[in-house]
Nanobody, 121 residues
Framework: QVQLVESGGGLVQPGGSLRLSCAASGISLSINAMGWYRQAPGKQRELVAAITSGRNTGYADSVEGRFTISRDNFKNMLYLQMNSLKPEDTAVYYC???????????????WGQGTQVTVSS
């Protein structure tokens, strides 16, 4: 069974940085892509960034140039480096895994429990 566990969230001032990590276990060969989604209060969950097993990446327009997604296939780890954070980045961030088509659109089958990121002065 696939399990995803996020870490690295917290409170940061505007303009600051955070690095989220996701530890994956029980990965199956059907999983081709991983990604980060987020959900702010009162809003729908949205794709932030995604990466294929071949390390092709995609980003939401709102984070392009500020966030970087990466993965370590050997360690089964996924990362999200977040720089120049803004208050509107405040949300619960979820690690996601599944087929490329699903992760890059509505989300793959596997989700972590989420980690809170709060950007505030």
């Amino acid at each position: 069974q696939v399990q995803l566990v996020e870490s690295g969230g917290g409170l940061v001032q505007p303009g600051g940085s955070l690095r989220l990590s996701c530890a994956a276990s029980g990965i199956s060969l059907s999983i081709n892509a991983m990604g980060w989604y987020r959900q702010a209060p009162g809003k729908q969950r949205e794709l932030v960034a995604a990466i294929t097993s071949g390390r092709n990446t995609g980003y939401a327009d709102s984070v392009e140039g500020r966030f970087t997604i990466s993965r370590d296939n050997f360690k089964n780890m996924l990362y999200l480096q977040m720089n120049s954070l803004k208050p509107e980045d405040t949300a619960v961030y979820y690690c996601n895994a599944g087929t490329t088509r699903r992760v890059f659109t509505t989300g793959g089958n596997y989700w972590g429990q989420g980690t809170q990121v709060t950007v505030s002065s």
